[in-house]
Nanobody, 122 residues
Framework: VQLQASGGGLVQPGGSLRLSCAGS????????IGWFRQAPGKARERVSC????????YYVGSVKGRFAISRDNAKNTVFLQMNSLKPEDTAVYYC????????????????WGQGTQVTVSS
C-alpha cells in the first residue's frame, strides 16, 4: 500500500500547480483522501479533503475559491488544483488516506505519502 505525491515545484505568485496523489495496492475511492501541508516552523495543517465516493469536500478557509480537489478513479488518483498561489502557500504538501472520513487530525489518517515541495516566490 503506497501513496505517491507529485506535482510540486517553484511557481511565481498568482501561478498554478496541480498536485497528484496516486495510490498503489489499494483503491483510493474506498478512502477519504486529504492534503496536509507543513511550512518550516509551523504546525501541520489540513488543506483539503474529499470523502469516499467524492460526495463531500473540505477546504481550509485560506484556500477556498483557489484550490479544488477531485478524483480520477480510472487512474486511482486524487488531484489538488491550486490556482492564484500566494507565498504563504509555500510548504511541503502530503497526501493522506483515511478509511473512515475526512478528519482534521493527522493521527486519524492510515496512510501518508512522501510529500512534495511547493514554493511560491518571485
Amino acid at each position: 500500500v503506497q501513496l505517491q505525491a507529485s506535482g510540486g515545484g517553484l511557481v511565481q505568485p498568482g501561478g498554478s500547480l496541480r498536485l497528484s496523489c496516486a495510490g498503489s495496492g489499494f483503491t483510493l475511492d474506498d478512502y477519504a483522501i486529504g492534503w496536509f501541508r507543513q511550512a518550516p516552523g509551523k504546525a501541520r495543517e489540513r488543506v483539503s479533503c474529499i470523502s469516499r465516493g467524492g460526495a463531500g469536500t473540505y477546504y481550509v478557509g485560506s484556500v477556498k475559491g483557489r484550490f479544488a480537489i477531485s478524483r480520477d478513479n480510472a487512474k486511482n488518483t486524487v488531484f489538488l488544483q491550486m490556482n492564484s498561489l500566494k507565498p504563504e502557500d509555500t510548504a511541503v504538501y502530503y497526501c493522506v488516506a483515511a478509511k473512515n472520513y475526512c478528519s482534521g487530525w493527522p493521527s486519524d489518517y492510515d496512510y501518508w505519502g512522501q510529500g512534495t515541495q511547493v514554493t511560491v516566490s518571485s
